[in-house]
């Protein structure tokens, strides 16, 4: 591993108008790590997200990857070609709602398939052989591998996403609420499911969630945003434990005990 | 003139007005620079519905010339409704030869079959396209099939031949095979049977294809390199028939099946109504043929 960041962003911001999505966040990323994002509904989550993974173009600011051949790119200076194709290889988006991800009337198979086709595969015997071995990864049957994700239950939609967007191995992940309208049951295995695969793949990822035990699971690192800002930062265990800014407080102790 | 004096309205050379002949010319030009590429082009309405060959009626009607010689296919065959009254119509409006024979033809307008009888140079094939987006049924947005296209992002098509495998067992894609040109652009080859895609590869004729209702051209010069998609363990292959054809007896040509009565009676039949005409005229038999042959209509 590299003493160098995966993502630099640095004074990122977008406006909508005159309305603030996400103002001045600056941060850096590196290999292997996991950083979640929290904070209300509209504290500019999904805004930061999607500038990041380029869906959006921020107002002002810069991001800028380390690519493959450890060079730095600047994220919003590449052309749409290459930054498709960065979408589709070295990173994945995992949507909250599993329709946004899937192709909800082609099969699982060809779901999971379709980003090793996109690179260029062209050999149906292999693009199957690494979509049965993907979804026995992702705990879904081998022999579901020709229903439509139509027939799927909602955990199983989220787990084929996964599944679809780590099949070229990506580097970096993006998630919006991954676990978000699954019920608690159900959250506990696809957590643990993530949790595995980010440590064997080595995985960086940025999850954006407001579910706090979500992001004490998952995360080393914590980002919490308020109004478009960040206005607490650190190690995950650090901020939950001890929080800093009252706003943190304020939501560490809105938890509900159980 | 004698068309004002007999007071019926009078059409400009092959219908269209010249204004619209130069600007489809301009999409087909553009069309034949980019091969494979579908060019917009502001489509007219003409005197019959969507449906039924308005682009490639626009487009023939653009490049026909007096000298021409017309021939009209409708999957295969010369006699059919389509075919009929296309070609009546191009010898009314622009009074021109028209022909049954493929050989004789100097642009053959089609819709959904290409001649068995081998084009040459000089040859127009035109077709009629009902769809000319090949990924319209993957991905809906039209916005998005074309940045699709624009960046070369063609993984979803074979989403499509992977679910035709895992269904079927084989790519079960019979007609409006999808092709790559020239190693860029994937096209629509228009509903014909996937049997015609080898004939498209490099074909010294010209090949130009009008969709009407969808506001599209695009072409394949001659001698376009055309290549089916396929997987690697899964090639492409053209269907083939058991038997020759009941008329004539050809073999590896397109046969239609026809029905013969009410009791599971069929035969099949070459769908190139002059190329098994021709066959017989020459001699040919097939086993259901009449000992002698019927006089030509």
Known sequence: MTDEPLLRVSALSKFYGSRVGCENVTFDLWPGEVLAVVGESGSGKTTLLNCLSTRLLPSSGTASYRMRDGQFRELYRMSEAERRFLMRTDWGFVHQNPADGLRMTVSAGANVGERLMAVGDRHYGKIRATAVDWLSRVEIDEDRIDDEPRAFSGGMRQRLQIARNLVTGPRLVFMDEPTGGLDVSVQARLLDLLRGLVTDLGLAAIVVTHDLAVARLLSQRMMVMKDGRVVESGLTDRVLDDPRAPYTQLLVSSILQV | ?297
């Open chain 2, 1 to 297: 003139m004698t068309a004002q004096a007999t007071d019926i309205a009078t059409y400009n050379f092959a219908y269209l007005d010249e204004q619209t002949k130069r600007m489809i010319r301009r999409a087909i030009l553009k069309g034949i620079a980019i091969p494979g590429y579908q060019v917009p082009f502001a489509s007219r309405e003409m005197p019959m519905p969507y449906g039924w060959g308005t682009g490639g009626v626009q487009v023939t009607a653009s490049i026909i010339g007096p000298d021409d010689v017309l021939k009209v296919i409708d999957q295969g065959a010369d006699d059919t409704t389509n075919a009929v009254s296309i070609r009546a119509f191009f010898k009314k409006v622009a009074n021109v030869a028209v022909t049954t024979e493929t050989a004789k033809a100097t642009i053959i307008q089609t819709r959904h079959r290409i001649p068995e009888y081998p084009l040459t140079t000089g040859q127009v094939l035109v077709y009629q396209v009902p769809i000319p987006e090949p990924l319209r049924f993957l991905e809906p947005r039209e916005t998005e099939t074309r940045k699709m296209h624009a960046l070369e992002e063609y993984g979803l098509m074979h989403v499509k031949l992977y679910e035709d495998i895992a269904r079927h067992g084989r790519i079960a894609t019979t007609y409006a095979y999808p092709v790559k040109v020239e190693g860029r652009y994937v096209m629509d080859p228009s509903p014909t049977p996937k049997f015609d895609n080898p004939k498209m590869h490099r074909s010294p004729a010209l090949q130009l294809f009008g969709a009407g209702r969808e506001k599209r051209i695009y072409a394949l010069p001659p001698f376009t390199d055309v290549v089916s998609l396929d997987f690697e363990d899964h090639p492409f292959e053209v269907q083939t028939f058991d038997q020759p054809c009941a008329l004539c007896a050809a073999e590896n040509v397109y046969l239609d099946e026809v029905i013969l009565d009410d009791h599971g009676g069929h035969m099949f039949v070459c769908s190139d109504t002059d190329h098994c005409e021709k066959r017989r005229a020459e001699g040919h038999r097939g086993h259901l043929a009449p000992e002698t042959m019927e006089p030509a209509q």
